[in-house]
Structure formats: C-alpha cells, structure tokens
C-alpha cells in the first residue's frame, strides 16, 4: 500500500507476523512471504536511506536465514547487516530463553 501511494521512509521498522490471512483471505507465511516483503520494504527506502530494522518471532530457522536475507535485499546500497537473537535473560538460573530474531540493514 505505501508503494502505491508513492510513500519514502529514511527508516523502515517491520516485525511481520509468523501467519495471517489478508483482507481477501490471502494466507501470509513468514518464511515463505518475507523475501518479497522485504523487497517491498526497499521499494519505499528514500534515495538516502538510514536503516531497516526487522524482527521475527517465528523461529523456525537461524538469524542466519534472515541476515542472508537482508544481505541479498539491500545488496549495493553500502552500509552493513547485523543479525542475532533477542534473549531474555532467567533471573533465578540464568539461562538466555529466545525470543526472536532481528536483523538491521544501517547505511
């Protein structure tokens, strides 16, 4: 939608959901839908972009599935990709629990 308005982002943050349906009932997968998401995110970059920043809380794959993704996505624009896990830290026992993966395109 934003494409189609002509809409530019100097920042673009997305945190897509692991499954849902679209308004005509369209079925949405994380891992199968992200690689054109992620190419519609780039779309809507202005010329002089600062930075994508995605999360996922699906985690059936590494982060780095979604840093070769970011990589291959902003390709030629410079900058560097960062990728890795979100943890919440166990206060009693201190083990790292998952929560989700990121990864951050920066110029």
């Known amino acids: 939608r934003e494409e189609r308005r002509g809409s530019r982002y100097d920042i673009v943050l997305f ?38 920043v995605l999360t996922a809380y699906s985690i059936r794959a590494s982060f780095f599935a979604i840093h070769a993704l970011m990589r291959d ?9 960062e990728s890795g896990e979100l943890i919440i830290r166990e206060k009693s026992a201190g083990r790292a629990l998952s929560t989700s993966l990121f990864s951050r395109w920066v110029a």
């Open 15 to 52: 945190d897509p959901p692991a499954y849902g349906r679209g308004p005509r009932g369209e079925v949405w997968q994380l891992f199968e839908d992200l690689p054109d998401l992620t190419d519609l995110c780039r779309s809507i970059l202005t010329p002089k972009p600062l930075a994508v």
């Open 73 to 81: 996505t902003f390709a030629g624009m410079g900058g560097t990709v």
